[in-house]
T-cell receptor, first 119, second 114 residues
Framework: AQTVTQSQPEMSVQEAETVTLSCTYD???????LFWYKQPPSRQMILVIR??????QNATENRFSVNFQKAAKSFSLKISDSQLGDAAMYFC????????????????FGQGTILTVHP | DAGITQSPRHKVTETGTPVTLRCHQT?????MYWYRQDPGHGLRLIHY???????DKGEVSDGYSVSRSKTEDFLLTLESATSSQTSVYFC?????????????FGPGTRLTVT
């Protein structure tokens, strides 16, 4: 079974600065997808960014980028030019890329990291 | 935003009573999921569905059952609620197939079992 670990329960950053959230995972699969979700106080789960394991290029979405190290099984999220609206709980998630059978699409989540942004 | 609604949004119930949570989608996605969120555990999968009347257990399925009689609706039932089932429950949907867009989540239901 796959596991996802976020070792930073809480992180803080000054507005306009850069912060990196860590995520490691354990899997024996070679084909999979990784995601970062944001959960603001409203409780809504928002997909921030995704990475396909077969792609060597790190995904980027505006101020959000990832550092995907497949051999190290590491998937960190970098938030540049942090804004007050970035304050939220962030979850790392893993999904098998195996399209066979009925297991397709299930996500395994890390424990989450609470990000505080200071003005 | 994906069209996913959950009802009720909040519920307080007593130990031993049955509770049903509803998830409704307007996206016609094949896959639907129920998760619970608890501090220190992230989100954990309870049950999921890969089609009408096709469901399977997740990692924390004890005490829960599900049903899916229509593509758009996925029901989660607590047959006899316990205090350990106090949690926030999320429904999610996915296109499945070769789609790699991840899952889209409903707004969540906060359930308190007293």
């Amino acid at each position: 079974a796959q596991t996802v670990t976020q070792s930073q329960p809480e992180m803080s950053v000054q507005e306009a600065e850069t912060v990196t959230l860590s995520c490691t995972y354990d899997t024996s699969e070679s084909d999979y997808y990784l995601f970062w979700y944001k959960q603001p106080p409203s409780r809504q789960m928002i997909l921030v960014i995704r990475q396909e394991a077969y792609k060597q290029q790190n995904a980027t979405e505006n101020r959000f980028s990832v550092n995907f190290q497949k051999a190290a099984k590491s998937f960190s999220l970098k938030i540049s030019d942090s804004q007050l609206g970035d304050a939220a709980m962030y979850f790392c998630a893993y999904r098998s890329g195996n399209a066979g059978g009925t297991s397709y699409g299930k996500l395994t989540f890390g424990q989450g990291t609470i990000l505080t942004v200071h003005p | 935003d994906a069209g996913i609604t959950q009802s009720p949004r909040h519920k307080v119930t007593e130990t031993g009573t049955p509770v049903t949570l509803r998830c409704h989608q307007t996206e016609n996605h094949r896959y639907m999921y129920w998760y619970r969120q608890d501090p220190g555990h992230g989100l954990r999968l309870i049950h999921y569905s890969y089609g009408v009347k096709d469901t399977d257990k997740g990692e924390v399925s004890d005490g829960y059952s599900v049903s899916r009689s229509k593509t758009e609706d996925f029901l989660l039932t607590l047959e006899s609620a316990t205090s350990s089932q106090t949690s926030v429950y999320f429904c999610a949907i996915s296109e499945g197939g070769l789609a790699n867009r991840g899952q889209y989540f409903g707004p969540g239901t906060r359930l308190t079992v007293t």
